[in-house]
């Protein structure tokens, strides 16, 4: 049973617009939620993070939105560049240290 | 970058035999955690630790052991490696504020 879920495995975007990541979750427990980028043979790289207790948290060109009543967060990239084509993950956290991971979604800024 | 090796890079083995694999962290942070990936599943947590020689199971335990006698080395035991573990393994280090921090991984390849 996957409790958190990416169902794009792949999006392609246009250099200088706008990138949209989407993830779901099944577990109302969840109350921190986290977005990494992985490179190919590279571990992954923290992004962003938001707590349960706030719907917007932003970091330069980077904003994750929560809806909490959808169980849905989305990571926004504004605007996209060449250097953001990597693979994404999603996760989410109920208990402390256990994160769980989405399947990951494979982004290409294209030129 | 935070500073987490581990070791070796690359592993081909045998079925049957014993595998260890190292983390070493220089940041002296208390949790660390060993992580499998694979296509389709994201990560997923195998062990983790929350100090020196305290250690827990996470989702995928069964086949692996771990141990911490110091704060800066946490090693991953396959104590009889099977191709189904064939996989890249990430460990990840965290200092206290639920965002996690990996290391390059190692590719394990189990014939």
């Known amino acids: 049973d996957q409790q958190v879920k990416q169902n794009s495995p792949s999006l392609s975007v246009q250099e200088g617009r706008i990138s949209i990541l989407n993830c779901d979750y099944t577990n109302s427990m969840f109350d921190y939620f986290l977005w990494y980028k992985k490179y190919p043979a590279e571990g992954p790289t923290f992004l962003i993070s938001?707590?349960?207790?706030?719907d917007k948290n932003e970091d330069g060109r980077f904003t994750v939105f929560l809806n909490k009543s959808a169980k849905h967060l989305s990571l926004h990239i504004v605007p996209s560049q060449p250097g953001d084509s990597a693979v994404y993950f999603c996760?989410?956290?109920?208990?402390?240290?256990?994160?769980?991971f989405g399947q990951g979604t494979e982004l290409s800024v294209k030129p | 970058d935070a500073g987490i090796t581990q070791s070796p890079r690359h592993k081909v083995t045998e079925t049957g035999t014993p595998v260890t694999l190292r983390c070493h962290q220089t940041?002296?942070?208390?949790?660390m955690y060993w992580y499998r990936q694979d296509p389709g599943h994201g990560l997923r947590l195998i062990h983790y630790?929350?100090?020196?020689?305290?250690?827990d199971k996470g989702e995928v335990s069964d086949g692996y052991s771990v141990s911490r006698s110091k704060t800066e080395d946490f090693l991953l035991t396959l104590e009889s490696a099977t191709s189904s573990q064939t996989s890249v393994y990430f460990c990840?280090?965290?200092?206290?504020?639920?965002?996690?921090?990996f290391g390059p991984g190692t590719r394990l390849t189990v014939t």
């Open positions: 990840a280090i965290e200092d206290g504020s639920y965002e996690q921090y």
């Open positions: 996760a989410a956290s109920a208990i402390r240290g256990k994160l769980i």
């Open positions: 630790s929350y100090g020196v020689k305290d250690t």
């Open positions: 940041e002296n942070h208390r949790y």
């Open positions: 938001i707590s349960s207790i706030k």
